[in-house]
């Protein structure tokens, strides 16, 4: 069973809005959304811990909510005003309280006219 399964994920116009959400089979203690772009590394894309603290990157900083629903082991991402450079394939990852990380397969989101 996959720990961590995204979806959300699609083509979007510039300037429009998306939700990503991740479902996980079990909980972590910090959940978080990474992107990488074709010929970039993996970068984070924004954080939350159990308790709710969260953490973005500048990049998306105004235009992007990281969520969580504890009781349903799920994060969610909505990014606002989308632009060309968020295209990407989005990951979840989970930190758990001990042990690895775990990450998700990835979705594709593209923004362009």
């Known amino acids: 069973q996959v720990p961590l399964v995204e979806s959300g994920g699609g083509l979007v116009q510039p300037g429009g809005s998306l939700t990503l959400s991740c479902a996980a089979s079990?909980?972590?203690?910090?959940m978080g959304w990474y992107r990488q772009a074709p010929g970039k590394e993996r970068e984070l894309v924004a954080n939350?811990?159990?308790?709710?603290?969260?953490n973005y990157a500048d990049s998306v900083k105004g235009r992007a909510t990281i969520s969580r629903d504890n009781a349903k082991n799920t994060v969610y991402l909505q990014m606002n005003s989308l632009k060309p450079e968020d295209t990407a394939v989005y990951y979840c990852?989970?930190?758990?309280?001990?042990?690895?990380?775990?990450w998700g397969q990835g979705t594709q989101v593209t923004v362009s006219s």
């Open positions: 079990m909980s972590f203690h910090t």
């Open positions: 939350i811990t159990s308790g709710g603290t969260t």
């Open positions: 990852k989970g930190r758990p309280w001990v042990g690895a990380d775990y």
